[in-house]
């Protein structure tokens, strides 16, 4: 796979011309960072870089600085490299930034789909259960269930590979983990409550229950905290 452009000259990095509108760079910089991402191949270091150049130019006071300071075409500074992408060497607010939009990265293409995964699972169930209440020990009552739970487990295999695609970066840890324990409650619930399938045992069908209302607390907590990540 191609690498962005090796320049300090964060429009190289970017693959776009001194002139190019706010709306061009901001197409060039999502269409990199999706080329880029380690779902399809590439990796974090590479991401970092993309978003070094995209702190600069995707602001308008730092684009306006950053092209008084420096001749059209041309880098300046000291470059430093990062796996075959040069990019300039940033300041410390720019190192912020830059873990900043690591983080934003992880956020969109990890958390967010697996929210939206762990959610179709954990909110459907209470109406599954009750569905399946009405009758226990009714064939098609008890069929529709396991299906149903089919369908949990093969989302539930979507999550893992999400979640595994991408490290969770150092600035994230603890929601992260948070993420991880949410996902082991529903997991653990759906054991639970495939054991209630299999013999009625009701041990199961409340373990289960009261695993799948712990992982809906985690999640509405996760969704709070991202809130108040504010990027």
């Known amino acids: ?42 990796d974090a270091a590479t991401i970092v870089a993309l978003n070094a150049a995209w702190e600069v130019l995707g602001d308008l006071e730092r684009r306006r600085l950053y092209d008084s300071t420096h001749s059209p075409g041309l880098g300046g ?39 939206r995964l762990l959610g179709q699972v954990i909110l459907a169930f209470p109406g ?3 569905a399946l209440a009405a009758d226990p020990y009714d064939d098609l009552l008890m069929e529709a269930f396991c299906a149903f739970l089919e ?50 045992v009701d041990s199961y069908l409340h373990d289960g229950r009261e695993m799948l209302r712990e992982a809906k607390r985690r999640r509405s907590l996760m969704k709070e905290e991202r809130r108040r990540l504010d990027l």
């Open 1 to 42: 796979m191609a690498t962005p452009p090796t320049s300090a000259n964060p429009y190289a990095v970017l693959g776009v011309g001194a002139q190019a509108s706010a709306a061009e760079i901001k197409a060039a910089y999502r269409q990199l960072v999706k080329r880029h991402h380690p779902d399809a191949g590439g």
């Open 77 to 115: 500074g000291r470059p430093t490299s990062v796996r075959g992408v040069r990019v300039q060497a940033p300041a410390p607010d720019s190192r912020g930034a830059a873990r900043d939009g690591e983080l934003l990265v992880w956020l969109q293409r990890v958390y967010a789909p697996i929210d």
């Open 128 to 130: 599954e259960l009750r």
């Open 151 to 200: 369908q949990s487990k093969a989302k539930l295999d979507k999550v893992q590979t999400l979640y595994s695609s991408m490290a969770c970066p150092s600035s994230a840890k603890g929601f992260g983990l948070s993420l991880y324990h949410c996902l082991s409650q529903v997991e653990d619930a759906l054991a639970e409550l495939e054991r209630y399938t299999l013999g009625y």
